[in-house]
């Protein structure tokens, strides 16, 4: 998304503008809690941020080549190892293939995170918190429809799941203009959500957004 046409803008407009850039950030980084390999994803109740406990911080992109792993966000590399060598003699592995992929979405290795997923739902029934987690690697990737159909996938899986309906709003606002479905999403997210900070900041920005549009 680029902003550089803005610099014109008078200074009040510049500032609506920087808040909506760093709720845009703020919202970038968020995700559910990440599922427990071999358990049933837990559908938070309604931790902060895109997806709440998203809330993997940001880590550099490493586009190291997975034989010789870079440093993945602290992941003792032993564990990376281990992980690739199951999947090797295993492509089965359902528990290896998400643990990995939560390791390189932790790390922003988009792709590798986008193929470990779809292998592990290939091998199991979906949760929407894998799914949502997918959803972000799409996005990330730049692959905005891909996005928004595994939000709905997952948000139609669980009805009223909050995570998936706000990364729809971030994607449909942000990287797709496409303002009033946003809109529509977003009423149906205060549906579920009324409470909660972090979506009326969203619903600031996204109106930022809009008029400065």
């Given at each position: 998304m680029t902003k550089d046409n803005l610099l014109f803008a008078a200074f009040g407009l510049l500032l609506g503008f920087i808040a909506a850039w760093l709720?845009?950030?703020?919202?970038?980084?968020s995700q559910p809690p990440r599922a427990v390999p071999g358990q049933t994803a837990v559908v938070p109740g309604g931790p902060a941020g895109m997806g709440g406990g998203t809330a993997?911080?940001?880590?550099?992109v490493m586009p190291g080549a997975e034989g010789n792993p870079p440093n993945m966000g602290g992941a003792p590399m032993a564990r990376v190892q281990e992980l690739q060598q199951r999947l090797e003699q295993n492509p089965q592995d359902a528990d290896a293939a998400l643990e990995l992929a939560n390791l390189n979405f932790d790390i922003e290795r988009w792709e590798r995170a986008r193929d470990l997923y779809l292998q592990y739902l290939s091998l199991r029934p979906a949760n929407p918190d894998i799914l949502n987690d997918l959803g972000v690697s799409y996005r990330e990737m730049g692959q905005f429809n891909e996005a928004i159909q595994?939000?709905?996938q997952a948000e139609e899986m669980v009805p009223g799941h909050w995570q998936s309906l706000f990364n729809q709003v971030v994607v449909l606002?942000?990287?797709l203009n496409q303002f009033d479905e946003a809109q529509r999403i977003l009423e149906e997210l205060r549906k579920v959500q009324p409470n909660n900070p972090d979506v009326e900041r969203l619903s600031q920005a996204i109106a930022q957004q809009r008029n400065a549009a």
């Open positions: 709720m845009f950030e703020k919202v970038s980084m993997a911080p940001p880590g550099a595994t939000f709905r606002a942000f990287d």
